[in-house]
């Protein structure tokens, strides 16, 4: 029988003794400039791997091409520092023929919406039961600054000295659109909302796209501070919990509902007549267009009405499973395949000299 | 792993360190700050900008001064994680080794 549900995680070895942080720390001088957000990012994961209790052979990090994508190094797991953009692709080939691994890929804004792209897509759509942490600091960072498909409209960089033409691409609304099974957005600062979003990720089977906003010190400081400053944050964050009415801003007085004219989502003053009209998050419901709406409603300029928290999480068959179960009939119809055979094959040209 | 705050920051306390820090761990005390060790992720920013040379990486602690390894680790005990300094109140009390660093002659 298909196994689109939990069990996922089991397949992979359970670590013999109990871990700590440090065992997830590799020996690896870590080289990202001094007060980047990465270092916070790292920490959340070296924290948080313990809890899982997998052992760590059977765990990979696979990343591409950038700052963020140095992340392999510093885990002391498996790892591969891979190709730009192509770390889905790689990690799509390890998840599916390895299903005793637990699969992390790391990669970045410009790693994974630009060059990657495409391979970002479609490990999406066919939900490969994948973890992928897209570190967003809307730059380049490892080539010295130049805009990023996150990048807000009108950027300045040495690569766009009279400010980007291009609109930005939102990877939540990105990854929704693909029909990704699990997406969440977190911030590199906030340890806490950081582990707790990898913790559902991780129990999710299929793939898992988490936006982490991370800050580059040194090419765009200071990106995502309307979200980390505690006062504008109370007005800019939008925290989503499955299962709780949406409500936000100084004292909860604001409120996401339904506009009944349009059936897009809007913001409103919560006050009693409205009370029943306040949206509920649903992460688990099946249709992605809530989801989609509530990833639309941050202001990518300011950043105003920023949804964090996980956006979407359902369970539909993994593309590992249905693999593994078509090698299982085809060995039963078939018998245990000869691949030498195969690439011999039965029908060989001699070149003639 | 941490970075620590050492005895020259004791009534200097000119708090650059503290604008760097990108996960708001550096906590002030009456005559010194503290680094949350277990907030800290060590990343180096406020190691370059203290003006005294007080911040160390843990491991680079020179050995006469490794009580202060223990003076922020344990300043913390009963706090936990506060979770960052901005919205903390400064730390009440300093720990036994900054109170037995003489103050500052005013001669
Ligand atoms: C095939 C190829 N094209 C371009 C580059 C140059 N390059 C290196 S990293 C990078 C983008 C990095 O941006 P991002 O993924 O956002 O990572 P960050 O450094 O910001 O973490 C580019 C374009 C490359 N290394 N290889
Ligand atoms: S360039 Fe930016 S993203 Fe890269 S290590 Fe430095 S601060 Fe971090
Ligand atoms: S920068 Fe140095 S002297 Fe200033 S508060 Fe920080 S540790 Fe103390
Ligand atoms: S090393 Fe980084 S995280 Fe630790 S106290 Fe210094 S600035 Fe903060
Ligand atoms: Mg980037």
């Given at each position: 029988?298909t196994d689109i549900g939990n069990g996922l995680l089991q397949l992979?070895?359970?670590?013999?003794?109990?871990?700590?942080?440090?065992?997830?720390?590799?020996?690896?001088?870590?080289?990202?400039?001094?007060?980047?957000?990465?270092?916070?990012?790292?920490?959340?994961?070296?924290?948080?791997?313990?809890?899982?209790?997998?052992?760590?052979?059977?765990?990979?990090?696979?990343?591409?091409?950038?700052?963020?994508?140095?992340?392999?190094?510093?885990?002391?797991?498996?790892?591969?520092?891979?190709?730009?953009?192509?770390?889905?692709?790689?990690?799509?080939?390890?998840?599916?023929?390895?299903?005793?691994?637990?699969?992390?890929?790391?990669?970045?804004?410009?790693?994974?919406?630009?060059?990657?792209?495409?391979?970002?897509?479609?490990?999406?759509?066919?939900?490969?039961?994948?973890?992928?942490?897209?570190?967003?600091?809307?730059?380049?960072?490892?080539?010295?600054?130049?805009?990023?498909?996150?990048?807000?409209?009108?950027?300045?960089?040495?690569?766009?000295?009279?400010?980007?033409?291009?609109?930005?691409?939102?990877?939540?609304?990105?990854?929704?659109?693909?029909?990704?099974?699990?997406?969440?957005?977190?911030?590199?600062?906030?340890?806490?909302?950081?582990?707790?979003?990898?913790?559902?990720?991780?129990?999710?089977?299929?793939?898992?796209?988490?936006?982490?906003?991370?800050?580059?010190?040194?090419?765009?400081?200071?990106?995502?501070?309307?979200?980390?400053?505690?006062?504008?944050?109370?007005?800019?964050?939008?925290?989503?919990?499955?299962?709780?009415?949406?409500?936000?801003?100084?004292?909860?007085?604001?409120?996401?509902?339904?506009?009944?004219?349009?059936?897009?989502?809007?913001?409103?003053?919560?006050?009693?007549?409205?009370?029943?009209?306040?949206?509920?998050?649903?992460?688990?419901?099946?249709?992605?267009?809530?989801?989609?709406?509530?990833?639309?409603?941050?202001?990518?300029?300011?950043?105003?009405?920023?949804?964090?928290?996980?956006?979407?999480?359902?369970?539909?068959?993994?593309?590992?499973?249905?693999?593994?179960?078509?090698?299982?009939?085809?060995?039963?119809?078939?018998?245990?395949?000869?691949?030498?055979?195969?690439?011999?094959?039965?029908?060989?040209?001699?070149?003639?000299? | 792993?941490?970075?620590?705050?050492?005895?020259?920051?004791?009534?200097?306390?000119?708090?650059?360190?503290?604008?760097?820090?990108p996960v708001d761990c550096i906590y002030e005390g009456p005559r010194?700050?503290?680094?949350?060790?277990?907030?800290c992720v060590d990343c180096g920013a406020c190691e370059p900008v203290?003006?005294?040379?007080?911040?160390?990486?843990?491991?680079?602690?020179?050995?006469?001064?490794?009580?202060?390894?223990?003076?922020?680790?344990?300043?913390?005990?009963?706090?936990?994680?506060?979770?960052?300094?901005?919205?903390?109140?400064?730390?009440?009390?300093?720990?036994?080794?900054?109170?037995?660093?003489?103050?500052?002659?005013?001669?």
């Open positions: 029988m992979v070895p359970r670590a013999e003794a109990r871990q700590s942080m440090k065992d997830f720390k590799s020996d690896q001088e870590v080289r990202w400039c001094p007060g980047c957000g990465d270092y916070a990012i790292l920490a959340a994961v070296q924290g948080f791997m313990p809890e899982l209790g997998l052992a760590r052979e059977n765990i990979v990090f696979v990343s591409g091409i950038g700052c963020s994508s140095r992340f392999p190094y510093y885990m002391n797991t498996y790892g591969m520092h891979s190709i730009h953009g192509r770390a889905p692709a790689i990690a799509t080939g390890l998840a599916t023929s390895r299903r005793d691994l637990s699969v992390w890929v790391v990669t970045g804004d410009g790693d994974a919406l630009s060059i990657g792209g495409n391979h970002l897509i479609h490990a999406l759509r066919r939900n490969v039961n994948l973890k992928i942490l897209l570190f967003n600091n809307r730059i380049y960072g490892l080539t010295k600054g130049q805009y990023s498909p996150t990048s807000e409209v009108g950027k300045v960089t040495k690569s766009t000295p009279m400010g980007s033409l291009d609109a930005p691409f939102n990877p939540v609304s990105l990854a929704i659109g693909a029909e990704a099974s699990f997406v969440a957005r977190t911030i590199d600062s906030d340890r806490k909302h950081l582990t707790e979003v990898l913790r559902a990720a991780a129990e999710h089977p299929g793939t898992a796209l988490v936006e982490i906003y991370q800050n580059c010190n040194i090419f765009n400081d200071g990106a995502f501070d309307a979200l980390k400053d505690r006062q504008q944050a109370e007005e800019t964050v939008i925290r989503l919990e499955h299962g709780q009415p949406i409500r936000f801003g100084a004292g909860l007085g604001k409120a996401v509902v339904r506009d009944p004219a349009t059936g897009d989502l809007a913001v409103v003053t919560d006050t009693d007549e409205n009370e029943s009209r306040v949206l509920v998050h649903d992460a688990h419901a099946a249709s992605p267009a809530t989801a989609f709406a509530l990833s639309r409603l941050a202001d990518p300029d300011t950043l105003h009405r920023t949804p964090i928290g996980v956006f979407r999480s359902v369970e539909r068959p993994v593309y590992d499973t249905l693999m593994a179960d078509q090698l299982d009939v085809a060995h039963e119809l078939l018998g245990k395949g000869d691949l030498g055979a195969l690439l011999a094959g039965n029908d060989t040209w001699t070149v003639a000299g | 792993m941490a970075y620590v705050i050492a005895q020259p920051c004791v009534d200097i306390k000119d708090k650059a360190c503290l604008e760097e820090c010194k700050l503290y680094i949350q060790p277990d907030e203290c003006p005294v040379e007080a911040v160390f990486y843990e491991d680079d602690l020179p050995q006469e001064l490794s009580a202060f390894r223990t003076a922020d680790r344990e300043v913390f005990d009963g706090l936990g994680l506060p979770g960052g300094a901005r919205g903390h109140a400064p730390l009440a009390a300093d720990h036994a080794v900054v109170d037995a660093v003489p103050a500052p002659s005013t001669t």
